[in-house]
C-alpha cells in the first residue's frame, strides 16, 4: 500500500487511555512522549521504537514457568510416598535388599506415571504464544519493512491487507473498510466490517481490503492477552485427585492408628523394635492405596487410546474421570453447534420470479471473486452455483460496474450486461427498508415485507432486500431473502440425548441474542437466553430484587452477546453451584472457559490456543462423538469405582485382621505352638545383630505381605479392560455408599481370615508336652517331656494337619493364612465389580486371564515357597491344606457375594430413594416447561402474524442491517395488537388453551411426586 497522504488521525480519548494505561508506570517526564502515535507517513524512528519495546516490552504473552526437576521430584513427596520411602528406610536398616528394591521399585513407577500424565497436558500458554503473528509489515523510519510481530510497539504503523492476521491492537487510520473475521475472539459468526477510527484486536483475520493502522496495545494488554492472563490464572485440581486422596488419608488415618496399636503390642511382648517396626511400616504400606494411582492411570490411559480411536484425544488423563460426572454442558455456537456458514432458507416472494431467480439476481448483485469474497456475497453465489442452469446463466453476465456495501448507503449495487443480447440492468441487494425505499411498492407490498422482515429479524434471521431495473429503467423489488448459519446436521440430536443421559446443555457465545434465540429454538434447548447486561450489575443490586445471579445463571437456557471474562465467570459460577462443568469451544475467546472448566473440550478446526486449554480435543466435526466419549467415560468410571471399593476392603481385611490377630490370638499362639516352632533367627541389621525369638504374636513375614500387595494390585491393572455397563445418568463418587460396600466385603474378609487362624491355631500341636495330647513332634519339645506322638484324627487335623501326626506346624500356618488373604482379597475383584451376583455380567478376558494367573502363581508359591527362600518363616503346603483353603475361600466368597453385599445395596438404595425422586422430578419438570416455552413462542409468532396484516406501520428502521446482522425490533407487533384492543384469533384461543393443559400437567406431575414422597415417609 502507498503511503498515504492524507493527515494522520488525532488520537482518540479511548486510544490515548489505552496507551497511558500501559504506560501508568513511566515517569513524569517520559509519559506523554511514550503516548505520542507516530505520523503515518514516517511511522516511528528505530531509536524510538527501540526505547519503547524497551519500557513496554515485547509483544508477546506473560509465561508462567516452573522448574521441570522440582516438578518431577514432587511425585515423589506427598503422605504415600512418605510412607513408603519411610518403609524403604526400614527396610534398609533391617539389611533386607529384596524388600527394599521392591519398594523402590513400586515408588519409581508412582512417581513416573504422574509426571508423565501431567507432562502429556496441554501447556494453554505456549499454544497461545505460537499462534501470534510472527511477521508483520511495519512503517520505520519512512519506511515499509517486514518485522518479527514481537518487535511491535504501541505507536507503531502497521499494513493489514487480505490475509492478514492482525499482530496486535489497533485503531485503524484514514483509509477504505476492511472486513475482519473475529470468530475465534468474539464468537461473532460473520466477519466484521471495520471503519477509520475502529479497533482491530490481536489475533483476528483480515478477510477483504487493505489499511494501515496504529498500535495501541501489545502483549498481555491485548484482548487477545487478557484471555492468555486467564488461562493462565487457573490452576485446576481434577476431582479424581481429590477423591483419591480423600480415600487415601481416609485409610491412611485408620491404618496409622490401628499399626500404632499393634507396635505396642508388638513391643510390650518382646518382640525386638526393628522386627516391629518393620512389621508395622509394611503392614501400613500395605494397608493404604499406595497402587491405586497407577491401578486408576492405567485404567484411564486404556480408556484414552479407545477414544482417540473414536476421534477424541485426552489431554488430562483426569479429564475422562470428570466427564463421566459431567452434569452441565456449556457449548460454544458459531463452529460448534453451527456449521460457521451462512445458508440459504426459504425467500419471501413478491415479484414475478422464482426462489431460484431472486437468488440468482442476488448473485448477480455480488462481487464475483477468486478469493477473499464477503461471507454473505459467497453464500448466495455458492447456492446459484449449485443449480447448473443458473451456474451457466451466470457466465452470461459480465459486471460492468460494481458499488461495495457502506455504511451509509447499506447495499451493493451492480450493473451488469447479458453478453448475448448486450441488454444492461442493475441489481440490489441488502437491508430492506432501504432497498424497499428504492422502490416505492404500493402499501400491500410494503406491509408483506417489513411484516416478513420483523419475523426474521426476531428470530435472529439476516434478512436482504433483493430489487433490479426493468425495462424502464425503474426498481422493481424482486423479494426478501434469508440467511442464518444453521445448526450442525447431527447436534439436535447430540442435545437431545445429551439431555436424556442426564446433562443440561447451555449455550454460550458472543453472538447476538436474536441469533442465540433461534439456534436454541430450533435445537430445543430452550427461549431463556441473556446477554452480558446481566453482569454489569453488583451482587447486591440482584440480591435486592430477591434474585442470586448463581440461580439466574443456573437457570438460564444459554448466553449471548459474552466476551471471555463472562464465559470464565459462567463456568466458574456454575462449578461454585455444585455442577461438574464442561465447556466445548474452539476459539481464543474460549481458552479461558476451557481451562476454567472441569472438563474443557476443543472441537474439530479449533485454534491452537483453545485445543492447548482444553482437556480433550475432538478431531471429528460437531459434537456427537462427544456423547461416545461420555459413556466410555462413564464405563470407565464405573471400572475405576469398582477397584476403590476392592481396595478399601482389601486395606480393611489386612488392617484389622492383623490386629485381631496380635491383640486377639496372642495367648492362643502361645499355648498352641511350642517355642522352637516360633523361632525367628537371628539376622543383621546396620546397626547390629537382631538375636534369635521366639513370636509371641501372629504376624506375616515383611515379604509376604509385599507379595500380597504386588501380586493383587499388579494384576488387578487387568480391571482397565474388564466388561461393563456404561451408567444412564451422570456418575458421582457417593463415598458413602462406595465405603459401606468396601467396609461389608472387608467385614467378611476378617471373619473369614479370623476364623481360619483360629482353626489353624486349634490344628496345632500344643505348647508343652502331653502324654495325654496328640500329634506331638518331639524334635520341637524337650528331651525330658513326655509328648502325645499319637496321629489327631478330626475332620480339621486330617485336612491341615501332616500325614504322621495330624498337627499343622506354626510355618505351615503362615502359608495357610498367607494363602487365604491373597485368594479372598482377589475374590473380592469379582464382588466389587458387580451390584449383583458376580456371575450377572461376563468378565473381561483380561480380567479373567489375570484371576486365572492369580490364583495359579498364588497356589504355587504356597506349595513351594520354602524351596524359594529360607528366610521368610513359612513351610510349604501340602495338596489337602491347599484344598481346605480353597473351599473355605469358595464359601465364604458365596456368603459375602450373594447375601452380604446385596443386602447393603439394598439398604442404600433405599437410603437414596428420596434423591431420585428428586431428580425424576426436574428431569420431568424440564421437558414440560420446555413444551410450555414452545407454546408461547408459537404463540407470540401467531399474533406476529396477525399483527402483520393489521398494522400499516411503514418504518423498517433497525430491521435487518446488511453485514451487521438483525437488530432489536423497536415496537413488537405482538404488543401493538394488544394495545389496538382487538380479538384474538381462533389459533391464539387454542393455544392458549394447549398452554393451559400443559400447566395443569405440570401441577399433576408436582402434586404426584409429592404423594409419593409422603407414602414413603
Known amino acids: 500500500m502507498a503511503p498515504s497522504d492524507n493527515p494522520p488521525l488525532p488520537p482518540s480519548n479511548d486510544l490515548t487511555a489505552s496507551l497511558l494505561r500501559q504506560s501508568a508506570t513511566a515517569d513524569p517526564m517520559d509519559r506523554q512522549s511514550m503516548t505520542a502515535l507516530a505520523p503515518v507517513g514516517t511511522g516511528l524512528t528505530t531509536q524510538e521504537a527501540a526505547r519503547r519495546l524497551d519500557f513496554f516490552g515485547p509483544n508477546c504473552l506473560e509465561e508462567k514457568k516452573t522448574n521441570a526437576l522440582l516438578k518431577f521430584l514432587g511425585y515423589f513427596w506427598g503422605p504415600m510416598p512418605i510412607m513408603i520411602w519411610l518403609a524403604s528406610l526400614i527396610e534398609l536398616i533391617n539389611e533386607s535388599i529384596p524388600d527394599l528394591c521392591v519398594l523402590l521399585l513400586l515408588q519409581l513407577i508412582n512417581g513416573l506415571v504422574g509426571y508423565v500424565e501431567e507432562k502429556n497436558a496441554g501447556n494453554a500458554i505456549d499454544a497461545l504464544k505460537a499462534s501470534l503473528t510472527p511477521k508483520c509489515t511495519v512503517k520505520r523510519d519512512g519506511r515499509w519493512q517486514g518485522l518479527d510481530a514481537k518487535n511491535l510497539v504501541p505507536g507503531d504503523v502497521i499494513n493489514l491487507k487480505l490475509g492478514d492476521i492482525i499482530p496486535a491492537d489497533c485503531r485503524l487510520a484514514e483509509g477504505q473498510p476492511v ?136 489431554a488430562r488423563l483426569g479429564a475422562i474421570e470428570e466427564m463421566a460426572g459431567m452434569d452441565m454442558l456449556c457449548s460454544d455456537k458459531t463452529g460448534t453447534l453451527t456449521q460457521n456458514k451462512l445458508k440459504l432458507y426459504e425467500p419471501i416472494i413478491v415479484s414475478n420470479v422464482t426462489s431460484k431467480e431472486l437468488v440468482f439476481y442476488a448473485a448477480l448483485a455480488a462481487k464475483r471473486m477468486e478469493e477473499g469474497q464477503d461471507a454473505i456475497d459467497f453464500c448466495i453465489t455458492r447456492d446459484c452455483e449449485s443449480d447448473a442452469e443458473f451456474a451457466k446463466k451466470l457466465d452470461e453476465y459480465e459486471e460492468l460496474e460494481f458499488i461495495p456495501f457502506d455504511p451509509t448507503s447499506k447495499k451493493t449495487v451492480a450493473t451488469v450486461k447479458n453478453i448475448t443480447s448486450q441488454k444492461v440492468f442493475k441489481t440490489c441487494k441488502g437491508m430492506c427498508n432501504i432497498v424497499l425505499d428504492m422502490c416505492d411498492p404500493d402499501d400491500a407490498t410494503r406491509i408483506k415485507v417489513v411484516g416478513a422482515v420483523q419475523e426474521l429479524a426476531d428470530r435472529g434471521y439476516r434478512a436482504l432486500g433483493v430489487a433490479k431495473t426493468n425495462d424502464s429503467g425503474k426498481w422493481e423489488f424482486l423479494g426478501v431473502l434469508s440467511l442464518f448459519d444453521p445448526p450442525r446436521e447431527d447436534t439436535k440430536e447430540t442435545i437431545a440425548k445429551a439431555m436424556s443421559m442426564g446433562i443440561q446443555v447451555k449455550m454460550v457465545t458472543g453472538d447476538q441474542t436474536a441469533i442465540a434465540k433461534e439456534t436454541c429454538r430450533s435445537l430445543g434447548m430452550g427461549a431463556g437466553i441473556l446477554n452480558s447486561d446481566v453482569f454489569h450489575h453488583s451482587e447486591g443490586e440482584i440480591e435486592a430484587r430477591g434474585q442470586s445471579l448463581h440461580d439466574i445463571v443456573k437457570d438460564a437456557h444459554g448466553f449471548a452477546e459474552v466476551y471471555p471474562e463472562h464465559k470464565f465467570k459462567i463456568v466458574k459460577m456454575l462449578m461454585d453451584s455444585g455442577f461438574t462443568c464442561g465447556m466445548t469451544g474452539d476459539g481464543v475467546n474460549d481458552a479461558p472457559a476451557l481451562k476454567r472448566a472441569q472438563i474443557g473440550i476443543a472441537v474439530e478446526g479449533a485454534t491452537d490456543a483453545a485445543r492447548a486449554a482444553a482437556d480433550i480435543v475432538l478431531t471429528d466435526p460437531g459434537l456427537k462423538t462427544i456423547i461416545d466419549a461420555i459413556l466410555r467415560a462413564r ?16 486395606t480393611f481385611q489386612l488392617i484389622f485382621f492383623f490386629f485381631f490377630a496380635v491383640v486377639g490370638f496372642k495367648s492362643t499362639v502361645q499355648n498352641q505352638f511350642p517355642d522352637q516352632m516360633r523361632s525367628v533367627a537371628a539376622s543383621k541389621t546396620m546397626f547390629g545383630e537382631m538375636p534369635q525369638e521366639f513370636e509371641t504374636v501372629f504376624t506375616l513375614p515383611v515379604m509376604a505381605l509385599v507379595a500380597i500387595t504386588l501380586l493383587n494390585d499388579g494384576l488387578i491393572i487387568s480391571i482397565c479392560k474388564d466388561k461393563v455397563v456404561a451408567a444412564a445418568k451422570p456418575q458421582k463418587w457417593f463415598l458413602k455408599e462406595i465405603f459401606a460396600v468396601a467396609i461389608a466385603l472387608g467385614f467378611c474378609l476378617i471373619v473369614e481370615n479370623c476364623t481360619l487362624l483360629l482353626v489353624g491355631m486349634n490344628a496345632g500341636p500344643g505348647a508343652e508336652a502331653s502324654p495325654d495330647a496328640c500329634g506331638q513332634n518331639p524334635i520341637y519339645y524337650d528331651s525330658n517331656d513326655s509328648v502325645g506322638t499319637a496321629k489327631c484324627t478330626s475332620f480339621v487335623h486330617h485336612w491341615l494337619g501332616d500325614d504322621t501326626y495330624g498337627t499343622i506346624t506354626y510355618r505351615e500356618l503362615k502359608t495357610v493364612i498367607y494363602l487365604s488373604l491373597s485368594l479372598s482379597g482377589f475374590m473380592t475383584v469379582l464382588a466389587a465389580r458387580t451390584k449383583g451376583f458376580w456371575f450377572s455380567r461376563r468378565m473381561g478376558y483380561l480380567l479373567m486371564s489375570a484371576t486365572i494367573v492369580a490364583f495359579i502363581v498364588t497356589t504355587i508359591l504356597a506349595l513351594n515357597v ?67 416455552e414452545e407454546e408461547r413462542l408459537t404463540m407470540r409468532r401467531t399474533s406476529l402474524h396477525g399483527a402483520s396484516g393489521r398494522n400499516t406501520v411503514g418504518s423498517a428502521h433497525g430491521h435487518g442491517d446488511f453485514g451487521a446482522g438483525p437488530s432489536r425490533p423497536s415496537v413488537g407487533f405482538d404488543r401493538l395488537s394488544r394495545m389496538s384492543g382487538e380479538r384474538k384469533s381462533p389459533s391464539e384461543l387454542l393455544l392458549e388453551k394447549k398452554l393451559l393443559r400443559l400447566e395443569e400437567e405440570l401441577s399433576l406431575l408436582k402434586e404426584e411426586v409429592s404423594r409419593k414422597k409422603d407414602k414413603k415417609k
Open 179 to 314: 472486513s475482519v473475521d473475529q470468530a475465534a475472539l468474539t464468537g461473532e459468526s460473520l466477519p466484521v466490517t471495520l471503519y477509520p477510527g475502529d479497533s482491530g484486536k490481536m489475533g483476528a483475520t483480515v478477510k477483504r481490503g487493505e489499511i494501515e493502522a496504529h498500535v495501541t496495545a501489545t502483549g498481555s494488554n491485548t484482548f487477545f492477552g487478557k484471555a492468555a492472563a486467564m488461562v493462565n490464572s487457573v490452576e485446576n485440581v481434577s476431582r479424581f485427585q481429590k477423591i483419591l486422596f480423600k480415600i487415601a488419608m481416609s485409610l491412611l488415618c485408620v491404618a496409622v492408628v490401628i499399626t500404632t496399636t499393634i507396635m505396642i503390642v508388638l513391643l510390650n511382648e518382646g518382640v525386638n523394635i526393628l522386627r516391629a517396626l518393620a512389621i508395622c511400616v509394611v503392614l501400613l504400606v500395605a494397608s493404604i492405596p499406595i497402587a491405586m494411582q497407577v491401578v486408576s492411570t492405567s485404567t484411564m490411559a486404556v480408556g484414552a487410546r479407545r477414544l482417540a480411536d473414536m476421534g477424541v484425544i485426552v
Open 635 to 650: 464405563k470407565i468410571f464405573a471400572r475405576v469405582r469398582n477397584y476403590c471399593i476392592y481396595r478399601i476392603s482389601a
Open 866 to 932: 520354602s524351596n524359594i527362600s529360607t528366610d521368610l518363616d513359612m513351610d510349604n503346603l501340602r495338596g489337602r491344606q491347599v484344598a481346605f483353603v480353597w473351599c473355605w475361600v469358595l464359601i465364604s466368597f458365596t456368603i459375602q457375594d450373594m447375601i452380604v453385599k446385596r443386602a447393603v445395596y439394598a439398604a442404600y438404595d433405599w437410603y437414596k430413594n428420596d434423591s431420585e425422586l428428586k431428580n425424576g422430578e426436574d428431569y420431568m419438570h424440564a421437558i414440560v416447561s420446555n413444551q410450555i
